[in-house]
């Protein structure tokens, strides 16, 4: 099977995970953002902001560059669910994206089916979810490749190929998380490979629009080597987004 994929635009998630710690901070993250995203061609950014502070930073000045997510939703409307936000709530206070199936999350006893029927809700919501897959630990033998297949299977099990040209996958290597070194570009290229290769079996030539994003301690020094090797077509960016100097610089160096 052999078809060609069409040149996307290059999309940096912001995750910032429980950052910052006041209102105000977040709106002065957010101007800086939009400020450094500004003058990049070909680029755009979205940030993830907690779920208490989305309505704050969304409602600033309008980017063309910059959207935004929730970290994560619950599936459904409205109801009993104490703490939660469905996909229609951070919708209305404009939400364009979601994360789903984050590791931090996962860790938290989030299941793959939690996140199939996550992935339906943002749909029916009309966000467009971006599914986190990744694995703990890499083996020799390549038995990991069988677990993030399956949170891909699963969590896209219900998305119809006529509507996976909204869903983004986030490949991040739980291993790799948290520090200042990524996965090397040249495993992520081969890592990428095999997940359209995934993709393409369940979805056909619909897969080709599905961008993939690598995630996992991705700094101002290392992006762009990511960018250009490691055969993604963006990036999530977690603890360096809530640094507007070092993700200024970041996004500077996609240039
Ligand atoms: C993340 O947790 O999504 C992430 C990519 O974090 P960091 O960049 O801090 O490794």
Redesign the pocket.
Known sequence: MCYNRTIMAVTIVA?W?MHPQTKAGARVLVSATKKAARTIRGLSVIIAAPSIFLAEAAKGPKSAKVAFAAQDIHFEKVGAFTGETSAWQAKDVGAAYTLIG???RRAMGETDEDTRKKVAAALAAGLKPILCVGEKHRDSEGEYLAGFSAQLMTGLADVPASKLKAVSIAY?PVW????EKPMSPNLMHETSLYIRKVLSERFGKAALSVPILY????TEQTAREMMTEGEVQGL?????SVDPVRFATLLKSLA
């Open positions: 995750n995970k984050h590791s931090e991040e790799a998380i948290g520090g995630g996992g301690s991705i999530l960016v977690g603890h360096v």
